[in-house]
């Protein structure tokens, strides 16, 4: 059972468009983190977020954390050739393991 | 500068063959994981450790085990390799916070033919 759902599983689009990619759950997590992978790597924390309703920017990229901490959403503005690759949210509850989505695997097209 | 290094980073094996790869950190992390990654199923948790000598099952143990002799160095045995575990295995290690996020390795891309 995957409680982590993640949509679209695929997303290819423009060079200057924007994107918003979602990650979610049935469950609550205490904190809910995000990871970009590029291939033959590892994936790569980009952010945490603990609180419900919080936001955090990192650029152009915006994290928010639901209200009710059980979804989160990755939005990008202008994408470039350079966000390609699999974005991955994790949540943890308490300081348990952490449980990994199945990732959205976005193509920006220059 | 990698604080976590993997090894060996390909490995093409035969069925029913033990294999072993490491992990090994130099940022003296309490936890150490053992993920593999394959097409549909995301990331999935093999062996994790709390501390040396101390390691427990995740969710697809079966046909795995593991050691920790050593703080920086986490073994993942496979005890005789099938078809099934061709896949990427990445390790990650975690200060103990899991708010801080796991730092990965690279990866080691395992074959079993």
């Known amino acids: 059972t995957q409680l982590l759902e993640q949509s679209p599983q695929f997303l290819s689009i423009q060079e200057g468009e924007n994107l918003t990619v979602y990650c979610n759950s049935s469950?609550?997590?205490?904190?809910l983190q995000w990871y970009r992978q590029e291939p033959g790597e590892g994936p790569v924390l980009l952010v945490t977020?603990?609180?419900?309703?919080e936001v955090k920017k990192l650029k152009r990229l915006t994290f928010q954390f639901g209200d009710a901490r059980k979804d989160s959403s990755l939005h990008i503005t202008a994408a470039q050739p350079g966000d390609t690759g699999l974005y991955l949210c994790?949540?943890?509850?308490?300081?348990?393991?952490?449980?990994f989505g199945t990732g959205t695997r976005l193509t920006i097209i220059p | 500068d990698a604080g976590i290094t993997q090894s060996p980073r390909h490995k093409v094996t035969e069925t029913g063959t033990p294999v072993t790869l490491r992990c090994h950190q130099t940022?003296?992390?309490?936890?150490m994981y053992w993920y593999r990654q394959d097409p549909g199923h995301g990331l999935r948790l093999i062996h994790y450790?709390?501390?040396?000598?101390?390691?427990d099952k995740g969710e697809v143990s079966d046909g795995y085990s593991v050691s920790r002799s050593k703080t920086e160095d986490f073994l993942l045995t496979l005890e005789s390799a099938t078809s099934s575990q061709t896949s990427v295995y990445f390790c990650?290690?975690?200060?103990?916070?899991?708010?801080?996020?796991?730092?990965f390795g690279s990866g080691t891309r395992l074959t079993v033919v």
């Open positions: 994790a949540g943890a509850r308490g300081n348990e393991k952490l449980t």
């Open positions: 469950s609550v997590f205490s904190s």
């Open positions: 977020v603990v609180t419900g309703g």
């Open positions: 940022e003296n992390h309490r936890y």
């Open positions: 450790s709390y501390g040396v000598k101390d390691t």
């Open positions: 990650a290690i975690n200060p103990g916070t899991t708010n801080y996020g796991y730092t």
